[in-house]
């Protein structure tokens, strides 16, 4: 009985072709996340402590003392301002990935080098603006202001010094 020459190849590759590859396997690099100039810790943040009532002169007098809403946003703090305003901080808050693509209407800014997914809309009478600032992978920090007769871009500019300052104050990650 003769056999074919493609039967004797195959039955050659499969009986005498071996390697071995020398070396300890090099896990695969993680897909690029967003920017994150300086990693921050988020763990045991009371984001009451984030901003002050002098970081909230440009926007107004505080109202009231500034209190956990863990209830709506977990780990969050309400600053109600006496200029028909809020400023909500939270900490930690979902990824930067989730907010950009709840967010469609959003866009990517920088806040002090962190990738910042910024949104703004109208909800009845008031403009609110959110900026979630990556400060790891998986966490970022969210600043929100509510603002009454306001434009997106008006609330944005009193946004912007108020999530910088927030994002100063958590410390970096060890």
């Not at 306001?150 to 609330?155: E, F, L, P, V, W």
Request: glycine share 6%; net charge positive; charged share 20%.
């Amino acid at each position: 009985m003769s056999r074919s020459p493609l039967l004797l190849v195959v039955a050659f590759v499969l009986a005498g072709c071996s390697y071995s590859i020398q070396g300890d396997p090099v896990a695969a690099p993680l897909p690029p996340g967003p920017a994150v100039a300086t990693p921050r810790k988020t763990a045991n943040v009371d984001p009451c402590t984030l901003i002050g009532d002098d970081d909230l002169k440009s926007i107004g007098t505080p109202k009231y003392k500034p209190n956990q809403q863990n209830d709506k946003i977990p780990h969050s703090c309400l600053f109600v301002l006496n200029e028909d305003a809020q400023v909500m901080v939270a900490v930690p808050y979902r990824s930067f990935d989730e907010s950009k693509s709840r967010q469609t209407k959003g866009s990517e800014v920088q806040t002090l080098k962190h990738a910042t997914w910024l949104s703004c809309g109208q909800e009845g009478e008031n403009m609110v603006c959110t900026a979630t600032i990556a400060v790891s992978r998986n966490e970022s920090l969210l600043v929100a202001i509510s603002k009454k007769a306001s434009t997106g871009a008006q609330a944005t500019k009193l946004l912007e010094p108020v999530a910088q300052t927030a994002l100063k104050r958590l410390p970096a990650a060890s």
